[in-house]
């Protein structure tokens, strides 16, 4: 069965940097665009970046970018955000998500990790 | 502000219906497909609707969705107290080339 499995989230100071990762299982990784969506705190879905199924295309918030970086790793099945500069308004819980393509639909969530941007 | 607009909730009594609409323009509803996520209290979101009107495998079709020029409509039969949930709509926004999601509308099941 298709699994992501979040991980990285933890308590960081604004302007501090954090490395988030996405394992994903059961499906061919390689073959599917993958996302980033956040949930600030009692509030609703806020889409973060894609990446295309090979890495060649990727697409940012305009509120992240510049300060994230979408990647993966074909090798390990591992979708990644590298996230610098990071502001109090970062805070929330981080979906990784998977899609068809680039502008499809999200078909499968992770369970989310909860980045907390804190002094 | 979301770029789609929902209401902020809705309700209904157990086996009525309920409709969700969500609001956008040309450049993301009008000229691209819509889907609908649940999210139940404390859990990540789940698919619901894709392509405008399609139910993944599992998804009863109690759930269906619809989509007139730059709207879409999301309707649930039969509710339940279980259907009590955050829903959400998105699409791709050809113009920002960015994925949008409506600002969420919560319903209840009185």
Request: glycine content about 12%; hydrophobic content about 30%; overall charge neutral.
């Amino acid at each position: 069965q298709v699994q992501l499995v979040e991980s990285g989230g933890g308590v960081v100071q604004p302007g501090g940097s954090l490395r988030l990762s996405c394992a994903g299982s059961g499906f061919p990784f390689n073959n599917y665009a993958m996302h980033w969506v956040r949930q600030a705190p009692g509030k609703g879905l806020e889409w973060v970046a894609v990446i295309s199924y090979d890495g060649g295309n990727k697409y940012y918030a305009d509120s992240v970018k510049g300060r994230f970086t979408i990647s993966r790793d074909p090798s390990k099945n591992t979708l990644s955000l590298q996230m610098n500069s990071l502001r109090t308004e970062d805070t929330g819980v981080y979906y990784c998500a998977r899609d068809v393509v680039v502008s499809s639909y999200l078909d499968y969530w992770g369970q989310g990790t909860l980045v907390t941007v804190s002094s | 502000q979301s770029v789609l607009t929902q209401p902020p909730s809705v309700s209904a009594a157990p086996g009525q219906k309920v409709t969700v609409s969500c609001f956008g323009s040309s450049s993301n509803i009008g000229n691209n497909f819509v889907s609908w996520y649940q999210q139940l209290p404390g859990t990540a979101p789940k698919l619901l609707i894709y392509d405008n009107n399609k139910r993944p495998s599992g998804i009863p079709d109690r759930f269906s969705g619809s989509k007139s020029g730059t709207s879409a409509t999301l309707g649930i039969t039969g509710l339940q107290t279980g259907d009590e949930a955050d829903y959400y709509c998105g699409t791709w926004d050809s113009s920002l080339s960015v994925v949008v999601f409506g600002g969420g509308t919560k319903l209840t099941v009185l």
